[in-house]
């Protein structure tokens, strides 16, 4: 199998993958793809009563991905819509799409598309078991549940939401559940993928990992 200029990262919800996927791609002035994020906008523009078979082309016409600050800005046209996409409401209702086969047909070749020469982070569930297997580096990012709960719990409260951490818990195990058993591209990591456990960790500390796997196994 010939290697393409991809670094995959995935993992479950929560896990960092975003962060870790952003200074990447800042470090070593790659291409981003937040393939959660496709998701998420698929069930956005689901919920505002958008029809299936026209949600592909309002993202692939409308939508904008922006890196201000660190964050990944989303712009519908002119309006960010960043915040709304991280609420709660469409997380679980992303994660419930994309166990179906049509969605997740209907993102694939936009998440392919992202890929360029001059290369790409893509972060998500099955990057590099499934849209980019020929990727040159796989790492599958996770931690414990009560750890990434408590991050979620974080940026939530940052982001002035209101959370319960015994339900974040909960809705963290759900999803965790759903995305493993499923049929379609269940949550697992590639055989040839760098597992990263970072219950123990720093941002920092995995991103310096990351950064020595980059230099030794992409660049």
Not at 48 to 53: D, F, P, Q, T
Not at 58 to 86: C, G, H, P, Y
Not at 177 to 194: F, M, N, Q, T, V
């Amino acid at each position: 199998m010939n290697k393409i200029n991809v670094i995959t990262i995935d993992g479950p919800s929560a896990s960092g993958k975003g962060s870790l996927a952003r200074e990447i791609a800042k470090t070593f002035d790659l291409s981003i793809l937040d393939s959660g994020s496709l998701y998420r906008l698929y069930a956005y523009f689901a919920k505002e009563g958008i029809k299936s078979e026209l949600i592909s082309n309002a993202i692939q016409e409308n939508i904008e991905f922006k890196i201000s600050n660190q964050d990944l800005v989303i712009m519908n046209i002119d309006n960010d819509i960043t915040n709304k996409l991280r609420s709660e409401s469409i997380a679980s209702l992303a994660s419930e799409l994309s166990s179906k086969e049509e969605v997740r047909n209907a993102l694939f070749d936009i998440q392919r598309s992202f890929y360029n020469d001059q290369g790409l982070v893509a972060d998500g569930r099955d990057m590099g078991t499934v849209v980019f297997r020929e990727a040159k580096l796989k790492i599958y990012l996770t931690a414990s549940v009560e750890v990434r709960a408590k991050r979620r719990y974080l940026e939530l409260q940052n982001r002035g939401q209101e959370v319960n951490m015994p339900a974040l818990i909960a809705d963290i195990e759900q999803r965790d559940l759903k995305d493993s058993s499923r049929e379609l591209s269940p949550l697992l990591p590639a055989d040839d993928a760098h597992i990263i456990d970072s219950s123990k960790m720093s941002l920092e500390d995995v991103i310096s990992f990351t950064k020595n796997l980059v230099r030794e196994e992409y660049l």
